[in-house]
């Protein structure tokens, strides 16, 4: 075969695989694109529909207890740190929760809220929990300032629906 005939097909097949290269590269950054807007856009909706917490759902809140109360810290392959809480929920009252949402706080040495993190830990799409009855949560906090006392944080109802 000729030299010169075998340097034009290497030629040839390197803009090919160029261009099928930048397609997966295009596509990869598409589909990280869409998946930042639609967590996002969760985020937002979550945090502008907060749950109601007038005097009878604060009256309430005294028959909520967090127990158990457990945090672990992990990094991934980026060395980016998560930190899990986990739990359990207590209805200590007469009445069924539909949902509930809590706020997190976690502070620095001098014990000033330097993190405020509000989660539903109960969806109204989940089980109620029921009066009288306990469940496990898990949540992950991916960014906690580096200021953080490393102590458990403060919890306190902030939202409830009830039955």
Not at 93 to 106: I, N, P, Q, S
Not at 124 to 129: E, K, S, T
């Amino acid at each position: 075969m000729d030299p010169l005939e075998t340097d034009r097909k290497e030629k040839n097949g390197f803009p090919v695989a160029f261009a099928a290269g930048a397609c997966v590269v295009l596509v990869l950054a598409a589909g990280l694109v869409l998946l930042t807007r639609s967590t996002t856009q969760t985020r937002r909706t979550a945090a502008i529909e907060r749950l109601p917490f007038g005097p009878q759902e604060q009256a309430y809140a005294q028959h909520i207890q967090f127990q158990d109360i457990q945090m672990a810290q992990s990094s991934n392959l980026l060395n980016q740190e998560f930190i899990y809480v986990a739990g359990t929920i207590s209805n200590d009252g007469d009445r069924g929760v539909r949902a509930l949402e809590a706020t997190f706080e976690f502070h620095d040495q001098f014990n000033q809220v330097i993190l405020r993190e509000t989660q539903r830990l109960i969806t109204r799409n989940a089980q109620p929990l029921a009066a009288r009855e306990h469940r496990d949560f898990q949540f992950t906090l991916e960014h906690i300032p580096s200021g953080w006392n490393r102590q458990y944080p403060s919890i306190r109802v902030t939202g409830l629906v009830l039955q």
